[in-house]
């Protein structure tokens, strides 16, 4: 079992109703791309934060570990917009190199800040809906809210490969190392080579299977899973609305009126 998936198990929100934790995510996550604005990006990233450490029990380091995951993306491609080489010199920062400077303005600096906030908080939300709500949970939903059976399909079957072939590739990757495939840089590369063909060859082999087995089984173009419907909460649901809308007005009065 991957790290996400105990931390969803474990979770303290486990238990709540599914509909509402997808809800609150998505249109929260929706309000804070569209705002384009910092103070929204903070406010979301604190909210979801303190919800799926304090609520939820992720532990803080681990969280922040997690958050720190689409940090190197983010600053990779924020520099592209922040800094730029140019012969004068622009009034944020200026770094002489030769007759050129890489040089950066306060509005493309406060650009590439607003972009890296907007990313974290709307990372934020997706992992306060997969620190708290099992896969089989979310296909539920979306399947309530009637989007293609064909799509939910792949999706389960997908996350069910992915633990597959992870067991797979550890057993062996196990079996290289006990026959000293790893010994030196020449032989760990000969030995990922081999690793990823054979674990092709065997996701093939095991993906017919499956579906032989599901054909025996009187397979009709639908997976039915097992779920449980817990019912929805007033007060949670008086909470997402009034905190959306509330969020969704700030949103709109800082782009709109300021």
């Known amino acids: 079992m991957i ?10 929100l486990r238990y709540e109703n599914a509909g509402e934790k997808f809800a609150f ?38 969280y922040l570990k997690f ?3 689409p940090l190197a993306f983010l600053f990779l491609s924020t520099a592209a ?13 200026a770094v002489p190199v030769g007759d050129w400077y890489i040089t950066a303005s306060h509005y493309s600096f406060f650009y590439a800040l607003q972009l890296i906030l907007t990313a974290l908080a709307a990372v934020s939300c997706l992992y306060f809906l997969a620190f708290s709500t099992p896969m089989p949970d979310i296909l ?6 009637h989007c293609p059976g064909l799509l ?40 990922f080579g081999l690793l990823g063909s054979v674990l092709m060859i ?23 899973v097992l779920t449980e419907n817990r019912k929805p909460k007033k007060k949670i649901i008086a909470a997402i609305i009034v ?9 709109v009065w800082r782009r709109f009126f300021l």
């Open 81 to 93: 917009v922040m800094f730029n080489v140019k012969k004068t010199p622009m009034d944020f920062l």
């Open 3 to 12: 790290t996400i998936d105990k931390l969803c198990y474990n979770s303290k």
């Open 140 to 145: 539920e939903v979306l399947r309530k809210l």
């Open 152 to 191: 939910i399909e792949l999706m389960l079957l997908i996350y069910r490969f992915i633990f597959v072939l992870m067991e797979t590739a550890s057993a062996i990757s196990v079996s290289q190392k006990c026959r000293l495939g790893n010994k030196d840089y020449r032989t760990s590369v000969k030995s």
């Open 243 to 251: 905190f959306d809308t509330a969020l969704l007005i700030f949103a």
């Open 25 to 62: 995510s998505v249109i929260t996550l929706c309000i804070c791309v569209m705002s384009r604005s910092v103070e929204v990006a903070a406010i979301v990233l604190a909210v979801t934060g303190i919800l799926t450490i304090w609520k939820g029990g992720v532990p803080v380091l681990r």
């Open 202 to 224: 065997r996701a093939v082999k095991r993906a017919n299977r499956l579906y032989d087995a599901m054909e025996a089984r009187c397979y009709d173009g639908t997976i039915r």
């Open 67 to 69: 958050l720190t995951i």
